[in-house]
């Protein structure tokens, strides 16, 4: 079983659309939580950084964790063409030091 | 602006020859990170460095070698012992080990 499971798509969305990204985790010793876009060709650029579990919204972007469950969530409002990428999640955790261990990335079309 | 800078954004290699990445950051950052992303498997680490003249292998280190003379640099050599190189690859950095990875645009490596 892998650290992280992430759907790995493709998504499919009508412009406009609420899109809810999702990932879970086996690990308890995760500690912080990450969503990454990656455009074709281009590096991972970084999108929502959390700690706690909870809310953390960024203009039309919303990253949920919820600790308990070891699942967490990004949700795009009115999603747009340009949302058209690649997300990947990614955590942080203490294991014998500090790893960051990454989902497959979830492949996401934005219909215009 | 400070970033990452990966060079060349592509590469082609004939198979048996070494190959040398280039990364450069101007940060200020003490940890820098070779990853590897192949589609569907996510990102898998390689070699990882926290300061200067030090440097630890990842999940994935055979067939790959490094070097931090500088702070700012981290060259990635993908050796002849690398059975399946081609393969996009990126360089990372973070201010400290658990705060979240900065990515370049990454090199893409084929080898034929």
Known sequence: ?112 | DGGITQSPKYLFRKEGQNVTLSCEQNLNHDAMYWYRQDPGQGLRLIYYSQIVNDFQKGDIAEGYSVSREKKESFPLTVTSAQKNPTAFYLCASTRTRNSPLHFGNGTRLTVT
């Open chain 1, 1 to 112: 079983q892998k650290e992280v499971e992430q759907d790995p798509g493709p998504l499919s969305v009508p412009e406009g659309a609420i899109v809810s990204l999702n990932c879970t985790y086996s690990n308890s010793a995760f500690q912080y939580f990450m969503w990454y876009r990656q455009y074709s060709r281009k590096g991972p650029e970084l999108l929502m950084y959390t700690y706690s579990s909870g809310n953390k919204e960024d203009g039309r972007f919303t990253a949920q964790v919820d600790k308990s469950s070891k699942y967490i969530s990004l949700f795009i409002r009115d999603s747009q063409p340009s949302d058209s990428a690649t997300y990947l999640c990614a955590m942080i955790g203490y294991t014998g030091g500090f790893k960051t261990i990454f989902g497959a990335g979830t492949r996401l079309f934005v219909k215009a």
